[in-house]
């Protein structure tokens, strides 16, 4: 059972458009956290988000956390290929474990 | 970057045989972790430490065990290899003082494959 459901699964979008990735749960979490991995390489945090219906920017970037804490979102305005990636989600549970989301394979294209 | 290695970074093996992974840290951070990474499944956590000799099982850690002897090194080992083991296994580290600052880094991966 996916604690965390990420949509979508994919994504293939024309450079200069914008999207919204989704990260739900009926579970209640410390902090949502959303990171970017690049092909071969390991995950890495682009932000953690904590306190409920909060909305951080990081520059083309805007993440909200759901006021019951329990969802998310990452919006990208005007998408550029160096966006391309994959994009996971991650919920923080008691001890500080974090459950993923399946992860959003984005495609910007040209 | 942190300072974060895995080695080896790819690896084919037989069902059957034992295979070790290694995660190797220079941050002297208190905790680090395995996980899996599957298409349709994101990051699974397998095992995780809390401290040297001090560990706890994650979400699929059947078929996995794990041991860390010293601050610096948390070895995975699957005690006999089965196809379903194939996978991306990822070591991360953090400093856990907290909620919302538990930020974990990410070693590059180790790809196994079990024939």
């Known amino acids: 059972t996916q604690l965390l459901e990420q949509s979508p699964q994919f994504l293939s979008i024309q450079e200069g458009e914008n999207l919204t990735v989704y990260c739900n749960s009926s579970?209640?979490?410390?902090?949502l956290q959303w990171y970017r991995q690049e092909p071969g390489e390991g995950p890495v945090l682009l932000v953690t988000?904590?306190?409920?219906?909060e909305v951080k920017k990081l520059k083309r970037l805007t993440f909200q956390f759901g006021d019951a804490r329990k969802d998310s979102s990452l919006h990208i305005t005007a998408a550029q290929p160096g966006d391309t990636g994959l994009y996971l989600c991650?919920?923080?549970?008691?001890?500080?474990?974090?459950?993923f989301g399946q992860g959003t394979e984005l495609s910007v294209k040209p | 970057d942190a300072g974060i290695t895995q080695s080896p970074r790819h690896k084919v093996t037989e069902t059957g045989t034992p295979v070790t992974l290694r995660c190797h840290q220079t941050e002297n951070h208190r905790y680090m972790y395995w996980y899996r990474q599957d298409p349709g499944h994101g990051l699974r956590l397998i095992h995780y430490s809390y401290g040297v000799k001090d560990t706890d099982k994650g979400e699929v850690s059947d078929g996995y065990s794990v041991s860390r002897s010293k601050t610096e090194d948390f070895l995975l080992t699957l005690e006999s290899a089965t196809s379903s083991q194939t996978s991306v296994y990822f070591c991360?580290?953090?400093?856990?003082?907290?909620?919302?600052?538990?930020?974990?880094?990410f070693g590059p991966g180790t790809r196994l494959t079990v024939l």
């Open positions: 991360a580290i953090s400093r856990a003082s907290g909620v919302g600052t538990d930020t974990q880094y």
């Open positions: 991650a919920g923080e549970r008691q001890g500080g474990k974090l459950i």
């Open positions: 579970s209640v979490f410390s902090s």
């Open positions: 988000v904590v306190t409920g219906g």
